[in-house]
């Protein structure tokens, strides 16, 4: 064998050696990187998870409150229409069968047509009795029902509130744990996490509508506004709600005496949400109904001149007929609930709350000042304030929750804090999480199970290069107000601004600030 050839046997074998070595640390990089990438994407996929689940926390607990805003506010309603029933009942029945009903009906006698009346009088008489012999122990009891019911929806919403905000810190507790069990918050992720809690607790706020601190009686327009119209005015030319018994008597014109030519029942009447000015004792704490009914005749004297009848028609003053009055709140309102109209009542609104009602526009459908229907009033507005026409003491708006930024003041705009058109409240605190894990708990060519190069200060060990020996993940989510227009768009195309009178509350992702980056970074380096 040539000498040459002898001096290069081996070469080979070192070659592959170095290779192998080469090949075997890429493959330990390889392997190491990938399981590190790995585990960072599902920290980060951990770390969106709760977050998202601490904004859907917030979320949820906005919508409830909301939920249980709307709620109080149709029970509200409830007992306003209720409250006007039984005060429309009691004034049916008292036309019909009260202490005024002769001088209708001796007119009447006076009529050859006398029937046209006391037909259809005869079938309100007994249908005014059985309206108001139910409505009167129904209505009490249905009005406290409901006023017990509005006590429950307002203590449901206090500790909903708080439960749900002491929930926050867990449910992203358990939301890490789920997703990765070797994960936990950091200590800047716990920071963030107490400081979300207690930006929650204080995004909402008590808001007294009977200490007219709610912002121009807020909660007791919303109300005002949900109220159908026979509750706000229920005046008509023609008597009642019913047929009125109408008498025309054409031949009271051609006959010689005297009767009525034409005679109807005047009817006005409404209700109303009382309110007073600087009496926080008594303001927004009552509900009053009033309906009163005058008696309209003209009446007719027919004379005869060389057998030729003349007739004299001329209309009666305003006759009393009967009146009802119904109310559910404090006891001071029977000093002044019906004695004092105009002057302290919540001004109707219309349908979209956005002005007054039209349709509504006095209080009590003008029964006190309409000629007809005040007659009977005011000789009964005293009794009417009596306990016994009273449905419950403990009616009346309740506190509430609402967004802390809104109305505070003198607006009722809820886009606005003080006269700032910019404070809309559209977003709730966003939550800031970081959260980590230990590297040691991740397979890499380094973990003690493998030791690859014999471990620690071996030849092919690759040292722990992640700061701190853990990897970390950050992630921010908030809750945010948002109607959907072609789902439940406003009928006016408005934008609705946020409150806690809409269940439009929703979470998503955030992008993390450079600040709060920095906040990790400088953390990683600081914080054990």
Do not use: C
Not at 85 to 95: H, K, L, N, S
Not at 253 to 281: D, E, I, R
């Amino acid at each position: 064998m040539p000498a040459t050839a002898a001096r290069q046997r081996g070469q080979a074998l070192l070659f592959i050696s170095v290779t192998t070595i080469v090949v075997l640390l890429a493959m330990l990089v390889m392997f190491s990187t990938g399981q590190l990438a790995a585990h960072r994407m599902k920290m980060q996929n951990t770390a969106d998870a709760a977050s998202y689940s601490g904004a859907l926390v917030q979320a949820r607990d906005l919508n409830f409150t909301a939920y249980m805003n709307r709620a109080m506010i149709a029970n509200q309603v409830a007992v306003a229409q209720i409250t006007s029933m039984v005060g429309w009942a009691r004034g049916f029945q008292d036309t019909y069968n009260g202490d005024f009903y002769s001088i209708a009906e001796t007119l009447a006698d006076l009529s050859e047509l006398s029937e046209m009346w006391t037909i259809p009088v005869d079938i309100y008489k007994s249908l005014s009795n059985g309206l108001k012999d139910v409505l009167d122990p129904v209505g009490k009891a249905m009005v406290v029902v409901l006023d017990i019911l509005i006590d429950a929806l307002r203590y449901a919403e206090l500790g909903y509130h708080v439960g749900m905000t002491l929930t926050i810190p867990e449910t992203v507790n358990n939301v890490i744990t789920a997703n990765d069990g070797n994960a936990s918050l950091s200590i800047l992720g716990w920071a963030g996490s107490i400081l979300n809690t207690a930006q929650h607790y204080q995004f909402v706020k008590t808001f007294s509508p009977s200490g007219d601190t709610d912002g121009d009686k807020r909660f007791a327009n919303v109300v005002d506004a949900s109220l159908d119209l026979f509750t706000k005015n229920r005046t008509l030319p023609i008597a009642t709600w019913l047929p009125t018994p109408l008498l025309i008597d054409p031949l009271r014109l051609v006959t010689p005496g005297v009767g009525p030519l034409v005679m109807f029942y005047f009817h006005a009447g409404g209700s109303s949400l009382k309110a007073v000015s600087g009496n926080s004792s008594k303001n927004l704490q009552g509900y009053g109904a009033a309906d009163a009914t005058g008696l309209f005749v003209i009446f007719d004297i027919t004379i005869s001149i060389l057998g030729i009848p003349i007739p004299i028609p001329f209309p009666l003053p305003p006759l009393p007929a009967g009146a009802g009055f119904a109310w559910a709140g404090d006891n001071s309102w029977s000093s002044d609930m019906f004695t004092s109209p105009e002057s302290q009542y919540v001004k109707h609104r219309n349908a979209n709350n956005d002005g007054a009602d039209s349709d509504a526009a006095v209080e009590y459908g003008g029964a006190y000042f309409d000629p007809y229907p005040a007659v009977t009033y005011w000789i009964k507005a005293s009794d009417g304030q009596a306990a016994s026409n009273r449905l419950d003491t403990r009616a009346g708006l309740r506190d509430y929750y609402d967004l802390k930024g809104n109305a505070s003041g003198s607006t009722s705009n809820q886009a606005k804090d003080s006269g700032d058109p910019n404070n809309q409240n559209l977003v709730a605190p966003s939550l800031f999480l970081e959260i980590e894990r230990p590297s040691n708990t991740i397979a890499t060519s380094s973990s003690p199970t493998f030791q690859i190069g014999g471990g620690s200060g071996g030849q092919l060990d690759l040292p722990d290069s992640t700061e701190g020996a853990k990897v970390r993940a950050m992630s921010k989510a908030e809750a945010y107000f948002s109607r959907p227009s072609d789902l439940f768009g406003r009928g006016d195309n408005k934008t609705e601004y946020a409150s806690l009178y809409s269940p439009y509350w929703q979470p998503h992702l955030l992008p993390n600030s450079l600040i709060e980056q920095a906040a990790s970074f400088i953390g990683d380096s600081v914080l054990p």
